[in-house]
C-alpha cells in the first residue's frame, strides 16, 4: 500500500481567495475533473486513501472547507451550504473547469448537491458518501450546535479532546468507526491535535457547525429530482448518524440513484475501507 500520508502531504498548495474565506487547494492526478469534498469535522486530508486509486483515472481536486483544515475565514464569511457552494463555484470558475463530477461526504455532500444545483451545465454525476437525509435530525449534532453557541464550550472541548474515552464514546468519534484504534496515529495527529493546540481551529469548528442550516437539506426532499445526472449513495453500513435504512428512504427522490453500501463502515468508510470506496467511485464514473 503506498504512503497516502507522504503522497497528500507532497501536494502543492495554492491558497485560493474566494470571497469571504480563502482556502487551501490542492490536485494531482490526470483525466476528467473530480472535486473531492470533505465533511465535518474534516479536511481534505481525509481523502488521502482513496486518492492514489482515484488519480490513476481522474485529476482530483481537493480543498478544505472554510473554518476547517488550513483555510481562512473571519466574521463575515458565510457557514451556510449555500455560502459554502458559493465558494466553490467560484473555485471552479477560477481553475476553469468546463465540467466536472462530485465525490462528498457528510455535510460535504450537502454542500456539493448546493453547488450541483448552482451549477448545472457544469456540475455532473455526484457521489454521495453517508450525509445528510431529509427529514433526519441527528440528535447529537443539533444538540452540539446549541452547545456551540455558549462562549464557554470551544475551550471546553478542547479540554475533552485530551481525553481517550471522549474521542472513543458516541459523543465524539465513536459513532465514526467501527475499528475505534482508527482514531488514533494520523487521524488524530491531523483532525484532533490541532484543535486541541490552537484555538483558532476549535472556533472554526464552531462556525462551521453552527452554520449548518436544516430547511435547505429538508428541501432536498424534492429538490432531488432536479439532478439529471446519476447520483450514487455510498453508504458506510453500520453508520449511527446518518442510518441506512433512512438512505435507502431517499433514494426514490432521484431521477437515477443508486446504492452501494460499505460493511463493516459508519460515518467515514473513506477512512475506514478506503480501497472498497475508491473501486465503488471509480467503477459509477466509468459507467
Known amino acids: 500500500m503506498p504512503d497516502t500520508d507522504a503522497l497528500y502531504r507532497s501536494l502543492p498548495v495554492r491558497e485560493l481567495a474566494l470571497g469571504d474565506a480563502s482556502l487551501p487547494y490542492r490536485c494531482h492526478g490526470s483525466g476528467p475533473d473530480l472535486l473531492l469534498v470533505h465533511g465535518f469535522p474534516l479536511s481534505g486530508y481525509t481523502w ?10 481522474h485529476r482530483c481536486h481537493l480543498v478544505d472547507l472554510a ?4 483555510s481562512r475565514w473571519d466574521e463575515g464569511t458565510d457557514f451556510s451550504f449555500e455560502g459554502h457552494a458559493r465558494r466553490l463555484k467560484a473555485l471552479v470558475d477560477q481553475l476553469g473547469l468546463p465540467r466536472y463530477d462530485l465525490l462528498a461526504q457528510d455535510t460535504g455532500a450537502t454542500v456539493t ?3 450541483a444545483l448552482m451549477d448545472p451545465p457544469r456540475a455532473r454525476r455526484q457521489v454521495m458518501i453517508n450525509t445528510e437525509i ?49 482514531i488514533d496515529g494520523d487521524f488524530h495527529r491531523e483532525f484532533v ?55 435507502k428512504a431517499m433514494l426514490p427522490q432521484f431521477r437515477d440513484a443508486r446504492m452501494v453500501t460499505i460493511a463493516d463502515a459508519k460515518l467515514l468508510p473513506q477512512e475506514e475501507k478506503p480501497a472498497e470506496v475508491a473501486k465503488a467511485v471509480l467503477e459509477f464514473l466509468a459507467a
Not at 488521502?48 to 486509486?53: C, D, K, S, T
Not at 473554518?67 to 488550513?70: N, P, R
Not at 446549541?146 to 475551550?155: D, E, N, Q
Not at 424534492?222 to 453508520?239: C, I, M, N, Q, S
Open 48 to 57: 488521502r486513501h482513496v486518492l492514489p486509486g482515484l488519480a490513476q483515472r
Open 67 to 70: 473554518g476547517l483544515g488550513g
Open 113 to 115: 448537491r448546493c453547488l
Open 134 to 182: 431529509p427529514g433526519h435530525r441527528p440528535p447529537w449534532i443539533v444538540e452540539y450546535q446549541a452547545l456551540m453557541r455558549l462562549p464557554f464550550t470551544p475551550a471546553l472541548f478542547r479540554l475533552l479532546l485530551k481525553s481517550r474515552s471522549f474521542l472513543r464514546s458516541g459523543m465524539a468519534f465513536g459513532g465514526c468507526f467501527g475499528n475505534l484504534d482508527l
Open 193 to 247: 491535535q490541532p484543535c486541541i493546540d490552537r484555538r483558532r481551529r476549535m472556533e472554526g469548528l464552531r462556525d462551521y457547525l453552527t452554520g449548518a442550516n436544516w430547511p435547505t437539506v429538508d428541501a432536498f426532499a424534492t429538490r432531488h429530482a432536479e439532478f439529471r445526472e446519476p447520483v450514487l449513495l455510498l453508504w458506510g453500513e453500520d453508520d449511527p448518524t446518518f442510518p441506512l435504512r433512512r438512505a
